[in-house]
C-alpha cells in the first residue's frame, strides 16, 4: 500500500509559477514509478510528467515539456513538479500517482492522491 499527498497548489497568474510536491507514505517507495496527471473540468484525466524509481528516466507529455521538471528524493518519499510559464490552459486538478509500470496510462497506476487544485488567471 502507498498512500499520497500532495501539496503545493493555488492561484497563480499566466506566466507564474508554482511548484507541487507529493508525500508518499510506505517502505517501498523507490520501486514505484512517480507520475503526475490532471484533470480540468469536463476534461479526461490527463498525463503530465512520470519518473523511474531511480529517479533517472523521465517522460513529459508535449504541452509541458521545457516548463514543467518532475524530480524525487526517494530519502523523503516525495516527488516534486516545479511548474513554470503557467497559462489559464494548465488551470486543472492536480494528482499524484504511484505504479509498479513504466507507463503514461492512467490505467496503469494503482494509488493515487486525492489531488490539488492549480488556477491559472488570464
Known amino acids: 500500500q502507498v498512500q499520497l499527498v500532495e501539496s503545493g497548489g493555488g492561484l497563480v497568474q499566466a506566466g507564474g509559477s508554482l511548484s507541487l510536491s507529493c508525500a508518499a507514505a510506505?517502505?517501498?517507495?523507490?520501486?514505484?514509478?512517480m507520475a503526475w496527471f490532471r484533470q480540468a473540468p469536463g476534461k479526461e484525466r490527463e498525463f503530465v510528467a512520470l519518473?523511474?524509481?531511480?529517479?533517472?528516466?523521465?517522460v513529459y507529455a508535449d504541452s509541458v515539456k521545457g516548463r514543467f521538471s518532475i524530480s524525487r528524493d526517494n530519502a523523503k518519499n516525495t516527488v516534486y513538479l516545479p511548474m513554470n510559464s503557467l497559462n489559464p490552459e494548465d488551470t486543472a486538478v492536480y494528482y499524484c500517482?504511484?505504479?509498479?509500470?513504466?507507463?503514461?496510462?492512467?490505467?496503469?497506476?494503482?494509488?493515487w492522491g486525492r489531488g490539488t487544485q492549480v488556477t491559472v488567471s488570464s
Open positions: 510506505g517502505r517501498t517507495f523507490r520501486n514505484y514509478v
Open positions: 519518473i523511474g524509481g531511480n529517479g533517472g528516466s523521465t
Open positions: 500517482a504511484a505504479s509498479r509500470f513504466f507507463s503514461t496510462s492512467a490505467a496503469r497506476y494503482d494509488y
